[in-house]
């Protein structure tokens, strides 16, 4: 069974910076690629960012591009997602998800971590 465990959020002010980390098997790292979602308050689920099992392709929804940096380290069996000069409308609880295949839709993702709570104060 698929287990996501994300950690690292909480409270910091604008233009700080956080580093989630999303820690799963080591079957799962190298079977599945990766994505951070995230959901703020009376808002859909959107995309944040996505890695593939190899870590040689990355993507990033337009608004964190530049100020958000996923990684996987497969030694330590976990994935991160390092954000910096961080926003007041970067809060929202974030998700760790893992999917077979290569997109940007949550549908399309298997398995969900239980989020990490991450709030950007101005």
């Known amino acids: 069974q698929v287990q996501l465990v994300e950690s690292g959020g909480g409270l910091v002010q604008a233009g700080g910076s956080l580093r989630l980390s999303c820690e799963t098997s080591k079957e799962t790292l190298r079977s599945y690629n990766m994505g951070w979602f995230r959901q703020a308050p009376g808002k859909e689920r959107e995309f944040v960012a996505r890695i593939n099992w190899s870590g040689a392709a990355t993507a990033y929804t337009y608004s964190v591009k530049g100020r958000f940096t996923i990684s996987r380290d497969n030694a330590k069996n976990t994935v991160y997602l390092q954000m910096n000069s961080l926003k007041p409308e970067d809060t929202a609880i974030y998700y760790c998800?893992?999917?077979?295949?290569?997109?940007?839709?949550?549908?399309?993702?298997?398995?969900w971590g239980q989020g990490t709570q991450v709030t950007v104060s101005s």
């Open positions: 998800a893992a999917t077979t295949n290569w997109g940007s839709l949550s549908g399309n993702y298997d398995y």
